[in-house]
């Protein structure tokens, strides 16, 4: 069983010219729906009302067979409003609400008999839910897989410097961290991408791994040395980038379970990792993100769709 812990919200997406869609979002749900489409077992722990929207999510995430273990609370369900431009790249609004419905120690309890723990974005950052989930990531830290994306947002968390702690701290207890360009160049302005990135994996993260959008992502582990390795980003035609860095996330995820990188001593098993392996993993988790910008909103791949990008053409 593979948890993923974070916000689910309802996207109100805005396009040039056509009527505001509503529908299920959030990055850490997004690479839980991800995680199931690609065959995994999944339990996602978030929080959302007993409304319209509440209902919404739930029946979004039921119907691909993900568990959903926590009760609904009083509050409205959380919305973030995005405004997709000409280029495709999205802007967002938050009116948030994150709490968890149960005690520490129910959470805790089904994150540790987890094989891996995925945790990400606004929910590490906003009280009080934040600390719930940064006392997860501890209780798991060391004794099954563990994986971060901070997916920094801006418009929401503004304060800098109170997040890039977080990130750190976080960063420090993971095996597996992911963050885009963005996240980077706003968390350590006079830093290049690579020099974040290697001060995460001295922090302690076996695996930090850089997205970079049409330049493609980049990683560093014990096994690729300073320097890392990069492959390119698959070459395709851009509907919308919603969704892509949580679809390379999932596929990330995925890959390590697959190979049986995950449960106890994960780090290990990451450290010992190949360089080539590392390119193989980056590679995968790319054509992933490939596909779904390739399409409208946060429409992430099959198992079947991403293998059939494997298999050779005439």
Not at 164 to 184: C, F, G, N, Q
């Amino acid at each position: 069983m593979l948890t993923v812990i974070g916000e689910a919200l309802i996207d109100v997406v805005s396009r040039p010219d056509r009527e505001p869609v509503r529908h299920p979002g959030g990055s850490p749900m997004n690479v839980a729906l991800g995680l199931a489409r690609l065959g995994h077992p999944v339990r996602f722990l978030g929080a959302w009302g007993n409304d319209d929207d509440g209902q919404l999510l739930a029946q979004h995430l039921g119907a691909e067979g993900i568990e959903l273990p926590l009760p609904t609370h009083d509050s409205a369900t959380s919305v973030a409003e995005a405004v997709i431009g000409e280029n495709g790249a999205a802007d967002y609004n938050f009116q948030m609400t994150w709490e968890f419905p149960v005690e520490q120690a129910e959470l805790e309890a089904m994150v540790t008999e987890s094989s891996a723990l995925h945790v990400g974005s606004i929910a590490t950052v906003v009280e009080p839910g934040a600390e719930n989930v940064v006392k997860a990531v501890e209780a798991a830290s060391g004794q099954i897989l563990v994986t971060y994306d901070p997916n920094c947002r801006p418009q929401i968390t503004t304060d800098v410097e109170a997040v890039r702690a977080r990130a750190e701290h976080l960063a420090s207890r993971a095996d597996v961290v992911k963050a885009s360009d963005e996240d980077l160049q706003w968390l350590y302005p006079t830093s290049t991408l690579q020099e974040s990135a290697r001060a995460w994996h001295r922090l302690g993260a076996k695996m930090v791994v850089v997205t970079r959008g049409e330049l493609g992502p980049w990683a560093i582990t014990e096994s690729t040395g300073a320097e890392g390795v990069e492959v390119p980003a698959r070459k395709t035609d851009v509907v919308d980038t919603v969704g892509a860095g949580d679809t390379f996330m999932a596929a990330l995820i995925s890959q390590f379970t697959d190979r049986g990188l995950d449960g106890a001593g994960a780090g290990e098993r990451i450290n010992a990792l190949p360089a080539t392996d590392v390119e193989a993993i980056l590679r995968r988790s790319a054509d992933a993100a490939a596909i779904t910008v390739s399409r409208a909103g946060a429409d992430l791949p099959r198992r079947d769709e991403l293998d059939a990008l494997e298999q050779p053409t005439d």
